[in-house]
Every structure is written in C-alpha cells, then in structure tokens.
C-alpha cells in the first residue's frame, strides 16, 4: 500500500476514529468526512478496505450521486459519476475511466470496541 493518502490536504493521523464497522453494510460502502477529509469505506463479508473518496476521473466522491457504489457481486467499487470501476480488493481501476488509475488506499484497523481506525495492525 503506497503512502499517497497522506498527502490529500487534511489527511487525518492514525489512530483516528472513523466509525463503527456496524455502519458499514456489509456488502456495502460508507462514507465518513474527517473534517474535510473524504474516506469511504467499503466492506464485503471479512474484507474492509478504506479509500480517499475521491475519483481519480475528475476528483469527484464516488458516492457524489447516491449510495449505490457496490457492485451487485461485491467485487467492485463503482464510481456513481461517469461508471468507473476499481477492484474493491486493492483499489485498482478495471473498467471504463478507471483503467490506468487507482483509488487511493488507506490502512485501517478494527478496535476491541468495534470502532475502525486510520493505521495498519
Ligand atoms: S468522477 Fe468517477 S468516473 Fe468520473
């Protein structure tokens, strides 16, 4: 995982709270706002992952025109803007305006007390 989520203005320090995994649903994504920081976290069965929500295409949420970034499968993550589409896995762009992007990724734990949390295991 590259470090280039640090460098969004605003990029929050591990150990921030994000919100509680029961928040999330599970297939499903959820957006959190750290100030002005977008992350959007995504979920699908023991896999979580966290992005910058911001769309490579043209920097854009990708929940910017609803909630329905998931794929029907929950493979992958799909941009509400123009379809662009990255691997829920590892961020990577598969289809459409994503190919030859990736989303950023941000590590993130699960406390004892259900909370995910900016910062690796
Ligand atoms: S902003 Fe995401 S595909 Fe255009």
Same mark, same amino acid.
């Given at each position: 995982?590259? $470090? %280039?989520?640090?460098?969004?203005?605003?990029?929050?320090?591990?150990?921030?709270?994000?919100?509680?995994?029961?928040?999330?649903?599970?297939?499903?994504?959820?957006?959190?706002?750290?100030?002005?920081? @977008?992350?959007?976290?995504?979920?699908?069965?023991?896999?979580?992952? %966290?992005?910058?929500? /911001?769309?490579?295409?043209?920097?854009?949420?990708?929940?910017?025109?609803? @909630?329905?970034?998931?794929?029907?499968?929950?493979?992958?993550?799909?941009?509400?803007?123009?379809?662009?589409?990255?691997?829920? $896995?590892?961020?990577?762009?598969? $289809?459409?305006?994503?190919?030859?992007? /990736?989303?950023?990724?941000?590590?993130?734990?699960?406390?004892?007390?259900?909370?995910?949390?900016?910062?690796? /295991?």
């Amino acid at each position: 995982m590259t $470090e %280039a989520w640090r460098k969004y203005r605003g990029a929050p320090a591990d150990g921030t709270p994000l919100c509680s995994l029961d928040a999330i649903p599970d297939p499903g994504t959820h957006g959190v706002l750290v100030g002005r920081f @977008p992350v959007l976290l995504a979920r699908n069965g023991a896999t979580l992952r %966290a992005y910058v929500n /911001a769309c490579p295409h043209q920097y854009l949420p990708l929940d910017h025109r609803g @909630p329905n970034v998931i794929s029907a499968d929950g493979r992958l993550l799909r941009c509400t803007n123009h379809d662009a589409a990255f691997r829920l $896995e590892d961020g990577v762009g598969v $289809e459409g305006l994503g190919l030859d992007c /990736a989303l950023d990724a941000i590590p993130v734990t699960v406390d004892a007390g259900g909370m995910v949390v900016i910062g690796a /295991a």
